[in-house]
């Protein structure tokens, strides 16, 4: 599956795993694993195989990227990384917003993620709440957060 929409200057695909995520991965490496030090091995999983994944293009340039799964029926937003220089453009919200509705599409009514929490107010901003206990992953705090679709 490989969905193109394009606007002015904005790309977007959603991708899976076979039709070529090297740019999704390029980005969370540089986002994940060089800024915020989490280990490669604990940035790839297998949920990469079996996620949908979307990157934003802008002039062709890959900027930002996310992906979105279901786990025992119940949907999932991950891996939301956008390029440092191009970080308060709106280019989050526009990977939420799609990602957010690619599972709606698939029966999703609830959409969870796991946040870290120096950006849950983001989140919040689109309309998700907390819940759970603080924990850390990657030696970063997160909490957990859903959203009614």
């Known amino acids: 599956m490989v969905l193109i929409e394009y606007s002015a200057k904005m790309e977007t695909k959603l991708l899976n795993y076979d039709d070529g995520v090297e740019d ?10 060089k800024e915020l030090n989490v280990p490669l091995e604990e940035e790839v999983d297998d949920i990469d195989r079996r996620a949908v994944h979307i990157i934003v293009y802008e002039n062709s ?8 799964f ?3 029926g119940k949907w999932f937003i991950g891996r ?3 390029i440092e220089d191009k970080r308060g453009c709106g280019i989050g919200k526009l990977v939420m917003e799609k990602l957010m509705d690619y599972a ?4 999703a009514r609830k959409i969870f993620l796991y946040a870290q ?19 850390m992953d990657a030696g970063i705090p997160h909490i957990e957060m859903y959203k009614k679709l």
């Open 24 to 33: 999704a991965l390029n980005i969370r490496n540089d986002v994940f694993v």
């Open 61 to 68: 340039i890959p900027v930002g990227t996310g992906r979105v």
């Open 70 to 72: 279901n786990e025992k």
């Open 80 to 82: 939301l990384a956008v």
């Open 104 to 107: 709606k599409s698939k029966g």
């Open 117 to 135: 929490t120096y950006i849950s107010k983001f989140y919040e901003k689109l309309g998700f709440m907390e819940f759970g206990d603080l924990f």
